[in-house]
């Protein structure tokens, strides 16, 4: 698609319950992130995927939060048994990554974001 | 841990006048800077990016300064607009072959008319 277009815009939830947020990047963008972004915060880097390589999970603040990328294109980030802590807006972005392409390539392109209140 | 800050968590200026948003990063190894604008309840957007082995770099009504010397990234907004108003966040990258982007926690700018 033109941008990167993220799914609901807006979640409530009740404490205890899952939630499922999706993220479709730019076609042919090789580079997928998630973002977190509290109130009046800047943004928390979550998770990374490249291509078909190991996703860089290191920004998983717990074992509650996984994300999968089917295909090397959407990709869903789950949180499990929601939290008050975990309210925030999520971000999706992708890029086109080349490696050693100096900048420009790596922008990353961000979508409006899914914005997640739990109760 | 390296991180990036800014010194200014909110900016008032009056229409037409220039607006200038500064930021102090930690990481030495950073080597790739960029602005993004995020308007209210949309996804940060790209403004301008530059490199370590330049300390300026224009675009139409903005301009990138990076001072290494003392890690200090800065936005400059010539004739600022109301449509200027939103949260600024810069962000560095360690390439190393990453592309993983760690971010301020933003500016707001307050245009006035």
């Known amino acids: 698609g033109a941008g990167v277009s993220q799914s609901p815009s807006n979640k409530v939830t009740e404490k205890g319950k899952d939630v499922e947020l999706r993220c479709d990047p730019i076609?042919?963008?090789?580079?997928l992130y998630w973002y977190r972004q509290s109130l009046g915060q800047g943004l928390e880097f979550l998770i990374y995927?490249?291509?078909?390589?190991?996703?860089?999970k290191s920004g998983l603040p717990s074992d509650r939060f996984s994300a999968e990328r089917t295909g090397g294109s959407v990709s869903t980030l789950t949180i499990q048994r929601t939290q008050q802590e975990d309210s925030a807006v999520y971000l999706c972005?992708?890029?086109?990554?080349?490696?050693?392409?100096?900048?420009?390539?790596?922008?990353?392109?961000f979508g409006a974001g899914s914005r997640l209140t739990v109760l | 841990g390296e991180s990036v800050g800014l010194h200014l968590p909110t900016l008032s200026v009056q229409e037409g006048d220039n607006s200038i948003i500064n930021c102090a990063y930690s990481?030495?190894?950073?080597?790739?800077f960029i602005w993004y604008k995020q308007e209210s309840g949309k996804g940060p957007q790209f403004i301008i990016d530059?490199?370590?082995?330049?300390d300026k770099r224009q675009g139409q009504r903005v301009t990138v300064l990076l001072n290494k010397t003392v890690k200090h990234l800065s936005l400059q907004i010539a004739a600022t607009q109301p449509g200027d108003s939103a949260v600024y966040f810069c962000?560095?990258?360690?390439?190393?072959?990453?592309?993983?982007?760690?971010f301020g926690k933003g500016t707001m700018l307050l245009v006035s008319p």
């Open positions: 995927f490249q291509g078909n390589s190991a996703p860089d």
């Open positions: 530059i490199r370590s082995n330049m």
């Open positions: 076609s042919g963008h090789t580079a």
């Open positions: 990481n030495s190894a950073s080597d790739y």
């Open positions: 972005a992708s890029s086109l990554n080349l490696a050693g392409v100096t900048s420009g390539a790596n922008v990353l392109t």
């Open positions: 962000a560095e990258n360690n390439s190393s072959g990453y592309s993983t982007l760690t």
